[in-house]
């Protein structure tokens, strides 16, 4: 059974920590994602990585940095956390392109607070 | 680009009615579509995707979506609901060579 694993359900954190989320998919996938999910707004892509040590911006990265020195393992950043990066962030993984059909697996989210 | 709408943000319905989610997209290049379901705390998991062939896509709990290119269209649909469809529906597109795009969500509530 595919599994993608993220390290905490909920996390509460104050303004200005340094904030890491890890997750670790057992897929052997070479795509890995981070989104972050807000009433009304749906997934907004933050990072992706296709590969170790890869990675390319997604559609809100400002605020973010991302970590990928194992192909199993996928780390989000926040340099120096702010209330508004209050939200339920989301882990998935994929195999490249039509090989893998596009189909994205996800983990269980992450929903931090930033106070 | 590549997106997708989700016209509907809040879709009741009661229970044994039927239901239509939908969801309008646009590309300019090879239209790939998805649907994903989020149960309550829980991530999201693929219901059916189009890549090619018939466009009509089942999935193995009764919802279903066609693809209609002339009204560039995804709509899913069920002809009678239970409970346990009470959820979060999003509507996805291809975007680039690994990417999705998601749309904002359609939650679904069933009425007893």
């Known amino acids: 059974d595919v599994k993608v694993t993220q390290s905490s359900r909920y996390l509460v954190k104050r303004t200005g920590e340094k904030v890491f989320l890890e997750c670790v998919q057992d897929?052997?996938?070479?795509?890995m994602f981070w989104y972050r999910q807000d009433p009304g707004l749906g997934l907004r892509l933050i990072y992706f990585?296709?590969?170790?040590?890869?990675?390319e911006k997604g559609d809100i990265p400002e605020g973010y940095s991302v970590s990928r020195e194992k192909k199993e393992r996928f780390s989000l950043i926040l340099e120096s956390a702010s209330t508004n990066q209050t939200s339920m962030y989301l882990c998935?993984?994929?195999?490249?392109?039509?090989?893998?059909?596009?189909?994205?697996?996800f983990g269980p989210g992450t929903r931090l607070t930033v106070t | 680009a590549q997106s997708v709408t989700q016209l509907d943000s809040q879709v009741p319905v009661f229970e044994e009615a039927p239901v239509e989610l939908r969801c309008n997209y646009s590309?300019?290049?090879?239209?790939?579509l998805f649907w994903y379901v989020q149960y309550p705390n829980q991530g999201l998991q693929l219901l059916l995707k189009?890549?090619?062939?018939?466009?009509l896509v089942e999935s193995i709990n009764g919802f279903e979506a066609e693809f209609n290119k002339s009204q560039t269209s995804f709509h899913l649909r069920k002809p009678s609901v239970h409970i346990s469809d009470t959820a979060e529906y999003f509507c996805?597109?291809?975007?680039?060579?690994?990417?999705?795009?998601f749309g904002t969500g359609t939650r679904l509530t069933v009425i007893p």
């Open positions: 990585s296709y590969d170790v040590k890869m990675k």
């Open positions: 996805a597109v291809r975007t680039g060579a690994n990417n999705l795009f």
């Open positions: 590309s300019s290049v090879s239209v790939y």
């Open positions: 998935a993984s994929s195999l490249p392109g039509l090989a893998g059909s596009y189909e994205q697996y």
């Open positions: 897929m052997d996938h070479e795509n």
């Open positions: 189009y890549l090619s062939g018939s466009t």
